[in-house]
């Protein structure tokens, strides 16, 4: 009997996954050279952004997985039959596709699964080597190396979540946290970059004036509520997809030719139950699987009106004072109306044009940039929060300017003691 998770092959994926993460290193290297980069926060900041691209990547090749039912394309972890690749595990998944010629477990679709975890692992190596460094170059400037070592865990959070997805086979609510996880992770390396940005370029004391007024902003903290509003949105997505929902409604705006057919949200919602089961271990029903998409559905609505008044908000927001009423994030507000349409246009296509592939992961693509951009609107850079803290510290003493001398020095004596 195939053992669920075999370490043989452990040490041989994780070199792979460290050579792999070679490339990428090696291509900073050489580009950040020709660029005359210098000090360890400007190198912290390319080969996080470096590593945020591969992330994004793997997101995508993460649903490309599973919308090919490659999940269990290797339904052993983290190798294939014990092996390395599928070249050396060929005769065993032979036989097993031999056995059950429409089951999980083809050729094509373990390489597919196989990859997945190659990058994953790359991905690792990357995260872990910013790890290292941001500890060895703590002095350097740099941002502190507790960023980098969350985001080790979570890097090691996702990988106990990939061996889950195998082990548990695809139970739908293992695949949604991990593609949550992917999510975070996705946040997580975008406000590090964030925070490693430079500050806008602004003449005078403007660049000041404008950090000041955002960093207070009533606009900001409705940006963060609607990238929570987001996430929600995304797990609906997530489960719609990891229980196979999308095609429950094949029209819009109506369902089955009706404004809201039968539908059974307690059997579609029950969480611990394995993909296709229902919570009396039967299997999901029709009505179980409308409830689902109906929910995204209807939450998808309220989304797009809270981030389309957000961006009309955020376009419209503007800084008075010497800055005479300049409104500088209307570049952002354009990109988020562009990212809104492009998941709308994209999850309309899931349903009218029968899921194509293409469609589903342009869907999960936009998901995880419109969370990059909220984030990265919310994230003040560093040199602004370095400024704020310095400008909140000279507070008192610009309010009182004399106090300093209204006080009794050491040694000085009291007034009643003369």
Same mark, same amino acid.
């Given at each position: ?23 990428? /290193?090696?291509?900073? %290297? ?7 980069? *210098?000090?360890? !926060?400007? +190198? ?50 032979? =036989? ?61 959070? *996702?990988?106990?979540?990939? /061996? %889950? ?49 955002? =960093?207070? =902003? ?6 963060? @509520? ?9 797990? &609906? ?29 307690? @059997? ?5 139950? !394995? ?57 952002? =507000?354009?990109?988020?109306?562009? %990212?809104?349409? +492009? ?5 309309? &296509? ?5 899921? !194509? ?57 009291? !007034?009643?003691?003369?």
């Amino acid at each position: 009997m195939l053992a669920l998770i075999n370490l043989n092959p452990a040490v041989e994926v994780a070199l792979l996954g460290a050579a792999l993460a070679v490339l990428p /290193a090696a291509w900073v %290297l050489r580009r950040g050279r020709q660029q005359g980069l *210098q000090g360890w !926060p400007a +190198w912290q900041r390319v080969l996080t952004v470096a590593t945020l691209f591969l992330t994004l990547d793997l997101v995508v090749f993460g649903a490309f997985t599973r919308l090919t039912d490659s999940g269990l394309g290797c339904p052993d972890w983290p190798g294939c039959y014990g092996e390395l690749s599928p070249f050396q595990a060929h005769s065993d998944i032979s =036989a097993a596709q031999a056995a059950l010629p429409g089951g999980p477990v083809t050729h094509g679709k373990a390489w597919i699964e196989m990859l997945h975890r190659y990058l994953a692992t790359g991905v690792g190596a990357l995260i872990t080597a910013l790890m290292l460094l941001a500890w060895r170059m703590r002095h350097a400037g740099g941002l502190s190396p507790w960023w980098a070592t969350a985001t080790f865990v979570w890097v090691c959070a *996702q990988g106990a979540f990939g /061996a %889950l997805t195998v082990t548990l086979k695809l139970q739908p609510i293992i695949v949604t946290g991990h593609l949550l996880g992917a999510v975070l992770g996705v946040a997580m390396l975008t406000a590090q970059v964030r925070v490693l940005s430079p500050r806008l370029c602004m003449p005078g004391d403007a660049a000041d004036t404008l950090d000041a007024a955002w =960093a207070g =902003a009533g606009l900001r903290r409705v940006g963060l @509520a609607v990238l929570l509003l987001l996430v929600v949105q995304i797990a &609906s997505g997530a489960w719609v997809s990891t229980n196979y929902a999308v095609l429950a409604c094949s029209e819009f705006p109506t369902c089955q030719g009706q404004w809201w057919p039968d539908t059974d949200f307690r @059997a579609g919602f029950h969480l611990l139950r !394995p993909l296709g089961g229902d919570s009396e271990a039967g299997y999901l029903t029709l009505a179980g699987l409308t409830a689902i998409h109906l929910a995204h559905r209807c939450l998808a609505l309220v989304v797009a009106l809270a981030l389309a008044t957000y961006a009309w908000r955020l376009g419209r927001w503007q800084v008075g004072g010497d800055l005479g009423g300049v409104r500088p994030w209307r570049r952002e =507000a354009r990109v988020l109306v562009g %990212l809104l349409l +492009w998941q709308l246009t994209s999850g309309l &296509s899931n349903v009218v044009l029968g899921w !194509p592939l293409v469609a589903a992961l342009a869907h999960t693509l936009g998901a995880a940039l419109l969370v990059a951009w909220l984030v990265r609107l919310w994230v003040l850079p560093r040199g602004a929060i370095g400024h704020l803290a310095q400008a909140e510290a000279e507070v008192p003493q610009r309010q009182n300017p004399t106090a300093r001398h209204q006080g009794h020095h050491p040694g000085d004596a009291h !007034p009643a003691a003369s």
